[in-house]
């Protein structure tokens, strides 16, 4: 007997997990590359982990000299070492978070924290009804949206090796017999082999084509099987009363949690998304949801083998079966297989007529295509009441009634995605349009852009009352209008061929005024998807309008653009009519967080949360937000349960969609069980932040707001100083960032369609926000997660703000209550400490050596390593504890880790001052070597922290 019997709260099982996968790995490495290179990574592991257990300097001196010696193709091999057992580690602590979950329900039958069992329980004992709940659910709207990003390194091949190492070792936790665990562990060392002898990295830079394959491949291990069980889980809890063993199985759920992508719609600075790309996307979508429903209606007609010799079936069932064509005699008596037969044939005549391809499995009879998801679901919902009325309910939630929800939830569409574009562009699209049209004004040709904003808002809402059209197909316009104008047609033929679901958004980056948006629906009248205003409006008529508001003065005047644009009779008439009464704003996290840093990032999030719940609730339109998160805590990353309880009341009200980005994504749903614990905390968070008393939480929100709105004002203004001051204000502060960083061997490695850079050169500004995080957390800083922090706190307690209790000592205990009763700012405080936890001085002056400017070097990191331990300093005198002591678990998870991380960082450092100095006299050969390596040792930083962007 092998089995673990895991207890809720023992390492042991993920220690031994870790253990077991860690002497594979040894044992293929030592096959397959030779005793030597073997004692070379072990001796390299044994005095990396002699240092992180007894702290001794000589001996991180004596990891880094070692390194140093390392030649030819050793740092490549080690490299590969320490970063696959870091992907192992990952695999045995996902499998460890699903066993914990099982051996919790076993020990105890109490809810855990975060599952919609413990939301519906606690909804109820605060007064929440289940009918309440059931008329939230049909308005809510919670979705995650996958996104592509320029910092996802790790590829398919990979990941696919990883699931099935995960598979293994969940059936390692059954009984076997001592044959069967040496077949299991005999077919884990094949799987570790297969990912030693698998290339890590990617040869060539990630398409948009291959973006799309990824995201699908979260589909099918995932998505599409775990979503319906998220909803049938709800359902069993909402119906409180015990269910008869043959009762009718619960219609499904009004949809409220659905998908969302942005990949193939994302154009916003990536010139390889256009139309085509769009187009794609589609119908790849299409292709894979039709590939599952006719893999489920196949398996359906297997199962169901029922026979009129033996029990009755409902008159509309066999007239479904009789209209199926399918006259076959040895089906005569089956009537559930024979109509079955005819919902096959008539899914693969729509997947033909959609995707232009034969996705059948088999030879069908002929039949009509459906005409929409209805249809289907028609059909379906007939077999089920026949089986319910014949004892065959039990037969029904076997497969029936997760096929019936899937097709509710993905329609033929499978996922919304979203355009998105920046202001600019659009901008110069209607300049040109306006141009080449010979708009007039004043007599003279209109010049567009150099229109104040309100004769531009005079002028696009005139244009937006024209039946005529700007455009002409007799005019060859720039390359911009073309490819924008073929985007938006593209999604209106788009939402004609799979549904209006298909594409619903189109998100404008960087809004700063009224006329960013009034220029998209322009825009959207030139392509047809929407009418000229007045004219009649039809539910889901066009796409919503989204603003982007990314950058702190953005955020700040985020509000006022909302009531301005909502107080627009046509825009009013759109989202009472198209938008269900409903509008979206999108908050950016990552950009907001590189232009004033991590506490003023936040708090003006938070207070431009609060403001546009005020504008919206006086105009009586419902306020959906959608968080452009991302992995790591600089751009808005941590635990998304608790940052959904810690918004302002009025932000949720069942209305969120949230961005799921690059590595995050691969975390999350790359195993079905960890897949559906997130959802399940998404949808447990959203239900309770929405239905919760709102007076009462409104009430508390207004007390912190009052008595501690001044010390965070007073604390933010001081952090955005302190950051700013370094990052903007700093003389050759970028030449800094750029040597004492991997961020230019990051953008030359091959893991994103999208380019790192805006624009060409060494500008911060013209960095993009996820790769600016990635390199500081490759450097073991993570300076985009605490930078100005110390400051801030320090400055209060020191000065405080203008209406700041009279003594320190009262500041401080103001400061604490704020930690221990106020979520946003104890949120606030608890993902600092993750990401202080997971940073290193020490290491990170090492990658400081890799300035050749002494005086630059030390100027700039002083400054950081003097906040690094002001801010340490801080957060434990307002936590009275030492970091990570109230958990244990994530403690010695990355006690654990960094002896594997630590020799990747300095094996990075030393291939990074290699391979720049050799492309001063660059040596093709070594050079393609040293920067492979370098990459390797990029792929294994990002999975031992467990974020990358």
């Given at each position: 007997?092998?089995?673990?019997?895991?207890?809720?709260?023992?390492?042991?099982?993920?220690?031994?997990?870790?253990?077991?996968?860690?002497?594979?790995?040894?044992?293929?490495?030592?096959?397959?590359?030779?005793?030597?290179?073997?004692?070379?990574?072990?001796?390299?592991?044994?005095?990396?982990?002699?240092?992180?257990?007894?702290?001794?300097?000589?001996?991180?001196?004596?990891?880094?000299?070692?390194?140093?010696?390392?030649?030819?193709?050793?740092?490549?091999?080690?490299?590969?070492?320490?970063?696959?057992?870091?992907?192992?580690?990952?695999?045995?602590?996902?499998?460890?978070?699903?066993?914990?979950?099982?051996?919790?329900?076993?020990?105890?039958?109490?809810?855990?924290?975060?599952?919609?069992?413990?939301?519906?329980?606690?909804?109820?004992?605060?007064?929440?009804?289940?009918?309440?709940?059931?008329?939230?659910?049909?308005?809510?709207?919670?979705?995650?949206?996958?996104?592509?990003?320029?910092?996802?390194?790790?590829?398919?091949?990979?990941?696919?090796?990883?699931?099935?190492?995960?598979?293994?070792?969940?059936?390692?936790?059954?009984?076997?017999?001592?044959?069967?665990?040496?077949?299991?562990?005999?077919?884990?060392?094949?799987?570790?082999?297969?990912?030693?002898?698998?290339?890590?990295?990617?040869?060539?830079?990630?398409?948009?084509?291959?973006?799309?394959?990824?995201?699908?491949?979260?589909?099918?291990?995932?998505?599409?099987?775990?979503?319906?069980?998220?909803?049938?889980?709800?359902?069993?809890?909402?119906?409180?009363?015990?269910?008869?063993?043959?009762?009718?199985?619960?219609?499904?759920?009004?949809?409220?949690?659905?998908?969302?992508?942005?990949?193939?719609?994302?154009?916003?600075?990536?010139?390889?998304?256009?139309?085509?790309?769009?187009?794609?996307?589609?119908?790849?979508?299409?292709?894979?949801?039709?590939?599952?429903?006719?893999?489920?209606?196949?398996?359906?007609?297997?199962?169901?083998?029922?026979?009129?010799?033996?029990?009755?079936?409902?008159?509309?069932?066999?007239?479904?079966?009789?209209?199926?064509?399918?006259?076959?005699?040895?089906?005569?008596?089956?009537?559930?297989?024979?109509?079955?037969?005819?919902?096959?044939?008539?899914?693969?005549?729509?997947?033909?007529?959609?995707?232009?391809?034969?996705?059948?499995?088999?030879?069908?009879?002929?039949?009509?295509?459906?005409?929409?998801?209805?249809?289907?679901?028609?059909?379906?919902?007939?077999?089920?009441?026949?089986?319910?009325?014949?004892?065959?309910?039990?037969?029904?939630?076997?497969?029936?009634?997760?096929?019936?929800?899937?097709?509710?939830?993905?329609?033929?569409?499978?996922?919304?995605?979203?355009?998105?574009?920046?202001?600019?562009?659009?901008?110069r699209v209607l300049a040109e349009l306006f141009e080449r049209a010979g708009t007039q004004r004043d007599g003279k040709a209109l010049d567009y852009l150099a229109l104040n904003e309100d004769e531009r808002v005079a002028l696009l809402r005139t244009e937006l009352a024209q039946a005529r059209p700007l455009a002409s197909p007799w005019i060859a316009y720039s390359e911009d209008t073309t490819r924008e104008l073929a985007v938006l047609r593209a999604a209106a033929a788009g939402r004609a061929r799979y549904g209006k679901q298909a594409v619903r958004q189109t998100i404008v980056s960087h809004t700063e005024t009224l006329s960013d948006l009034l220029e998209v629906m322009v825009l959207q009248k030139e392509a047809g998807l929407i009418a000229p205003a007045g004219q009649d409006i039809a539910a889901e008529d066009g796409l919503m309008v989204v603003p982007l508001f990314e950058t702190i003065p953005d955020l700040q005047r985020g509000a006022d653009i909302m009531a301005a644009w909502l107080d627009l009779p046509e825009v009013r008439q759109r989202v009472k009519q198209a938008q269900n009464g409903a509008q979206e704003v999108m908050l950016g996290y990552s950009d907001s967080n590189k232009d004033g840093g991590f506490l003023t990032s936040n708090w003006s999030l938070y207070q431009a949360e609060r403001a546009l719940v005020d504008v919206f609730s006086a105009r009586n339109v419902r306020l959906r937000l959608f968080h452009g998160r991302g992995g790591s805590v600089g751009r808005g990353g941590g635990s998304s349960f608790d940052a959904i309880l810690a918004q302002p009341p009025g932000t949720v009200a069942g209305q969120i969609r949230l961005t799921e980005q690059g590595e995050v994504i691969q975390s999350k749903y790359k195993d079905a069980e960890v897949g559906r614990w997130h959802l399940e905390l998404l949808v447990a968070a959203s239900l309770e932040s929405s239905l919760a008393p709102r007076a009462e939480a409104t009430s508390a929100e207004d007390a912190h707001m009052a008595q501690h709105g001044p010390a965070m004002s007073f604390m933010s203004d001081t952090a955005q100083r302190t950051y700013r001051g370094l990052v903007y204000d700093t003389p050759r502060f970028a030449e800094y960032f750029f040597a004492a960083t991997p961020i230019s061997e990051i953008a030359g490695l091959n893991i994103g369609s999208r380019p790192a850079s805006r624009k060409k050169g060494q500008r911060i500004e013209d960095l993009r926000a996820i790769p600016w995080g990635f390199s500081w957390a490759q450097c073991r800083l993570m300076l985009t997660g605490w930078y100005g922090m110390g400051s801030a706190i320090e400055a209060y307690l020191e000065t405080g703000a203008p209406d700041a209790p009279r003594s320190r000592r009262s500041r401080l205990a103001q400061l604490r209550e704020m930690a221990r009763d106020w979520p946003a700012f104890r949120t606030l405080l608890s993902n600092m400490e993750m990401v202080l936890a997971k940073s290193d001085l020490a290491i990170a002056a090492r990658y400081a050596q890799l300035v050749p400017q002494r005086a630059l070097r030390e100027r700039v990191f002083g400054s950081i390593s003097a906040e690094h331990g002001r801010t340490l300093q801080m957060l434990k005198l307002l936590t009275q504890r030492e970091l990570l002591a109230d958990n244990p678990m994530l403690q010695d998870s990355l006690r654990e880790r960094f002896a594997y991380i630590d020799p990747l960082n300095y094996l990075q450092i030393d291939l990074i001052r290699r391979h720049r100095a050799a492309q001063k006299h660059p040596d093709a050969e070594v050079d393609k070597r040293v920067q492979s390596a370098i990459h390797l040792t990029i792929n294994g930083i990002a999975a031992g922290l467990r974020n990358s962007g």
């Open positions: 007997m092998n089995a673990i019997r895991p207890q809720s709260d023992s390492a042991e099982p993920l220690r031994h997990d870790i253990r077991l996968l860690g002497r594979l790995l040894g044992t293929v490495i030592e096959e397959c590359e030779g005793k030597r290179v073997f004692d070379t990574i072990e001796t390299l592991r044994r005095t990396a982990v002699k240092f992180r257990r007894e702290g001794i300097d000589a001996d991180s001196k004596l990891l880094e000299q070692r390194v140093k010696r390392l030649q030819g193709t050793d740092p490549n091999s080690v490299a590969r070492a320490f970063s696959y057992f870091l992907h192992l580690a990952n695999i045995a602590e996902d499998r460890d978070q699903n066993r914990r979950q099982r051996a919790r329900a076993l020990i105890d039958d109490t809810a855990a924290r975060g599952s919609l069992r413990d939301a519906v329980q606690t909804l109820a004992s605060q007064g929440v009804s289940v009918a309440r709940i059931r008329r939230w659910l049909a308005d809510a709207c919670v979705v995650p949206v996958l996104t592509a990003h320029p910092t996802e390194v790790q590829r398919k091949s990979t990941l696919d090796v990883h699931r099935e190492i995960a598979t293994a070792l969940t059936q390692r936790d059954v009984p076997l017999t001592p044959q069967e665990l040496a077949d299991l562990d005999a077919a884990l060392l094949g799987r570790v082999a297969t990912l030693w002898q698998t290339r890590m990295l990617r040869y060539t830079r990630l398409t948009v084509a291959d973006e799309i394959e990824n995201a699908l491949s979260y589909y099918r291990s995932t998505f599409l099987t775990v979503i319906p069980r998220v909803y049938a889980d709800l359902s069993k809890l909402l119906n409180r009363e015990p269910a008869k063993p043959f009762a009718a199985p619960p219609a499904p759920l009004e949809p409220f949690l659905r998908m969302g992508s942005w990949i193939g719609g994302d154009r916003d600075g990536n010139p390889n998304v256009d139309a085509s790309t769009l187009e794609r996307a589609l119908l790849r979508q299409a292709t894979v949801l039709f590939e599952h429903y006719l893999q489920e209606v196949h398996a359906l007609g297997a199962e169901l083998s029922i026979t009129t010799l033996l029990i009755s079936a409902d008159a509309e069932l066999l007239a479904l079966a009789d209209s199926s064509g399918d006259d076959s005699p040895h089906r005569s008596d089956e009537p559930y297989r024979r109509a079955l037969v005819g919902v096959y044939a008539r899914l693969a005549a729509t997947a033909q007529a959609l995707t232009g391809q034969n996705l059948a499995r088999r030879s069908t009879v002929a039949a009509p295509a459906y005409q929409a998801p209805q249809e289907l679901s028609a059909d379906l919902a007939t077999i089920a009441a026949s089986l319910a009325a014949h004892h065959g309910a039990p037969i029904a939630k076997l497969r029936l009634s997760g096929l019936q929800q899937a097709v509710e939830v993905f329609g033929f569409h499978l996922a919304t995605v979203d355009l998105r574009q920046s202001s600019d562009v659009h901008e």
